[in-house]
C-alpha cells in the first residue's frame, strides 16, 4: 500500500546495496503499479472504471477532520481512479463552498497544490436529507447517476455517522442507491458486475447482543464482501509491519513462544482527557474506546499463528482461531480507574474526568483500564497478555512490548541483568528496538541496557508516511479486506469483554468501581501491581531515546 506518498523524496534499497533516492513521482508511480497489479492479482483496482465515493455525515466532526481530507490527499497524488466523484450527505442544510471551508484547515495545503484542490472539489457535490426517510435517499441516488458512464458506477458508501442511525442507513442503502450495470475488467477483459461497498465506523455494537442485531441486520442487505468495517489502527505503519517482521524474520520464530517469552503488553496512552466530549466518551468508556477494538487487534496480529498465505481470508482465519483460544475476561484480571485533577497541574490537567460538564454527574465510567488475558492454545498457554490504555496519563505512546524470560544460570552480579525486551513503537514516531545488555564502556567489567534501535525516521529519513486512513480508504478502492474486521472476528472481541462490560455497568451495590488517578500519572498504582504478579519486571530505569533522523 502507499509508502512516502506525502514526502518529497521516497529510498529503496538496489541490488548493489546503499540507498537510492526516489523522487515523490517516482514513488507514486511505483504504488500505483502496485494497484494495478495488486497482491497474487487479488486487486480490482481499475482507473478506467468511474467511481462515485459518499460520505455519510459530511457534516460532521469525523468527515471534516479525516476523510475529506484523507480523500483530498488521494486525489492529489493521483492514487484514485481517474473518473472518481464524492458525494456528501447530511441532515445540513449546507454546499460544497462550506465543506470546503470546514476542511481546509486539516487538508495540509501547500501553495502550488490550490489548483489541484479546487479541481478536487470540483468532483464534489452534496446533498441534504434525512437518514431514515426513503425518498431522500432516492433524491441521493439521483445524484449519483449524474456521475455514471452509460448507467454504470462503482458506488462506495463510508458511514460516518453515529450508530444509532446505522440500520436505518443500511436499509435505505440497499433499497435506492445499490450500483447497477457492469463493466469491463482491465486485466482479464471480463464483465463484471458494478459493485457498491459500504464503510462501517466503530463501535460495531454496544456489547454482544448489539453486535449480533447490526451483524445480521447488515448481513440481510449486505454480503460479507460488501462490508468493510473500519479499526484505523490496522491502517498505521508499525501495525502493518507486524506481521513481516514476524514472518519474514527467521530469527524471531524460535523465541516466538511460550518457553522464551514472559509476557507480552499492549499499550495504549493519552495525555490528555475527554476535552469536552466526555457526554460521547461516557456512554461507551475506555474498554469499548481502545481495548475491545485496537487493543484487541493488535494482540491477534502478535499471537496468530502464520497464515498459508497473505490473502484476506487466509489472514483473518488465523486472527479469529486465536482470539476464540481466549477465555472471558475476569475481574480480578482487570483495574478499572478514572483521571481526577492534578491540584499543582496546569490548564486542563486541574480538572478531573468529573469536572467536565458533558459527564453524568457520579459517573463511574472508566479512563483507564488495564487487562490481563490468557490465550490456552500451545504457543502461548501461560503467557499473560497485558492490555493497558487510559486517557490523562503521563505521555502519547501506543506499543508492543514482548517481555522475555530471564537469562538461566546468571553469572553476573543479581540484579545486574534485565530482561530483553523486544518493543514495537505504534506512536509517536515509529520504532522497533531491542533491549539487551552489553557491556558498560571503560576498564569495569559492568554490565548497561542498551538497544539494537530501528527507528523509522533514520532508516527512511525523507520518507513521509501516509495517514492510517489514506491506507484503508485505498484498500476499499482495491477490494482488499486484509486490514477490516471479520463479522466472525466482531463476534469474539464481544464474547471476551461483553461480561466485564455488563459487571461494571450494572446496578449492584457491589459492582466494581474505577480507582481514582492523578491527571499526567501512569495510572492506578494497583495496574502496576496486578502487571508484576502476571509476570512483568518494570525497572523503571531505562529511557529509550529515539535515534535523530
Known amino acids: 500500500m502507499p509508502g512516502g506518498a506525502r514526502g518529497d523524496s521516497a529510498e529503496v534499497e538496489p541490488h548493489g546495496g546503499g540507498v537510492a533516492a526516489l523522487t515523490q513521482e517516482e514513488a507514486l508511480e511505483m504504488i500505483k503499479e502496485s494497484l494495478h497489479g495488486g497482491q497474487e492479482g487479488e486487486s480490482d483496482y481499475d482507473a478506467n472504471v468511474t467511481h462515485v465515493f459518499v460520505v455519510l455525515g459530511a457534516s460532521g466532526d469525523l468527515a471534516t477532520k479525516k476523510i475529506y481530507p ?14 472518481t466523484y464524492f458525494v456528501g450527505y447530511a441532515r445540513s442544510n449546507i454546499k460544497v463552498d462550506d465543506i470546503r471551508k470546514k476542511t481546509f484547515q486539516h487538508m495540509q495545503v501547500k501553495d502550488d497544490q490550490k489548483n489541484r484542490l479546487d479541481e478536487f472539489f470540483q468532483h464534489n457535490s452534496y446533498v441534504a436529507g434525512s437518514y431514515d426517510k426513503a425518498e431522500d435517499f432516492q433524491h441521493l441516488n439521483e445524484e449519483i447517476k449524474k456521475f455514471e458512464n452509460a448507467g454504470r458506477a462503482n458506488r462506495l458508501f463510508y458511514l460516518a455517522l453515529p450508530p444509532s442511525v446505522y440500520k436505518e442507513v443500511a436499509t435505505n442503502i440497499r433499497a435506492s442507491c445499490m450500483a447497477q450495470g457492469t463493466f469491463k475488467c482491465r486485466r482479464s477483459g471480463d464483465e463484471r458486475k458494478c459493485w457498491t461497498r459500504v464503510i462501517v465506523e466503530k463501535p460495531f455494537g454496544h456489547d454482544s447482543d448489539s453486535s ?64 469536552g466530549r466526555g457526554g460521547y466518551f461516557d456512554d461507551y468508556g475506555i474498554i469499548r474506546d481502545v481495548m475491545q477494538n485496537h487493543l484487541l487487534q493488535i494482540l491477534s496480529l502478535v499471537a496468530m499463528e502464520r497464515p498459508v498465505s497473505t490473502k484476506a481470508e487466509d489472514i ?25 485533577g492534578d491540584p499543582e497541574g496546569k490548564g486542563d490537567a486541574k480538572e478531573g474526568y468529573l469536572d467536565d460538564p458533558t459527564v453524568p454527574k457520579g459517573s463511574t465510567t472508566p479512563t483507564f483500564a488495564l487487562a490481563v488475558l490468557h490465550i490456552h492454545n500451545e504457543r502461548w498457554e501461560g503467557v499473560p497478555f497485558i492490555l493497558r490504555c487510559g486517557k490523562a496519563l503521563n505521555e502519547r505512546k501506543a506499543e508492543v512490548r514482548i517481555q522475555f524470560r530471564d537469562v538461566s544460570g546468571n553469572i ?12 514495537f513503537r505504534v506512536q509517536p514516531g515509529e520504532a522497533v528496538y531491542m533491549k539487551l545488555m552489553s557491556k558498560k564502556p571503560g576498564m569495569l567489567f559492568d554490565c548497561e541496557v ?12 525523507g520518507v513521509k508516511l501516509p495517514d492510517a486512513y489514506e491506507r484503508l480508504i485505498l484498500d476499499v478502492f482495491c477490494g482488499s479486506q486484509i486490514n477490516f474486521v471479520r463479522s ?47 509476570n512483568f519486571k518494570y525497572t523503571g530505569a531505562y529511557k529509550w531515546v529515539s535515534s535523530k533522523p
Open 212 to 275: 449480533a442485531q447490526l451483524s445480521n441486520h447488515f448481513a440481510s442487505l449486505f454480503a460479507e464482501d460488501e462490508i468493510y468495517r473500519i479499526d484505523h489502527y490496522l491502517g498505521k505503519e508499525m501495525v502493518q509491519n507486524l506481521m513481516v517482521l514476524r514472518f519474514a524474520n527467521r530469527i524471531l520464530t524460535p523465541v516466538w513462544n511460550r518457553d522464551n517469552v514472559a509476557c507480552v503488553t499492549i499499550l495504549f496512552k493519552e495525555p490528555f482527557g475527554t476535552q
Open 316 to 340: 483473518r482465519n488465523e486472527k479469529v482461531k486465536v482470539l476464540r483460544c481466549i477465555n472471558e475476561v475476569q475481574l480480578n484480571d482487570v483495574v478499572l480507574g478514572q483521571y481526577v
Open 488 to 534: 466472525d472476528e466482531l463476534v469474539e472481541a464481544w464474547r471476551i469483554f461483553t461480561p466485564l462490560l455488563h459487571a461494571i455497568e450494572s446496578q449492584k451495590p457491589l459492582k466494581p468501581l474505577p480507582i481514582p488517578y492523578k491527571y499526567g500519572s501512569r495510572g492506578p498504582r494497583e495496574a502496576d501491581e496486578l502487571a508484576a504478579q502476571h
Open 70 to 83: 484523507t480523500l483530498w490527499w488521494l486525489f492529489r497524488d493521483r492514487l484514485l481512479p481517474d473518473n
Open 412 to 423: 553476573f552480579r543479581p540484579g545486574e541483568i534485565d530482561r530483553n525486551e523486544l518493543v
Open 450 to 461: 542498551t538497544e539494537l534501535d530501528f527507528t523509522y525516521g533514520s532508516r527512511y529519513a
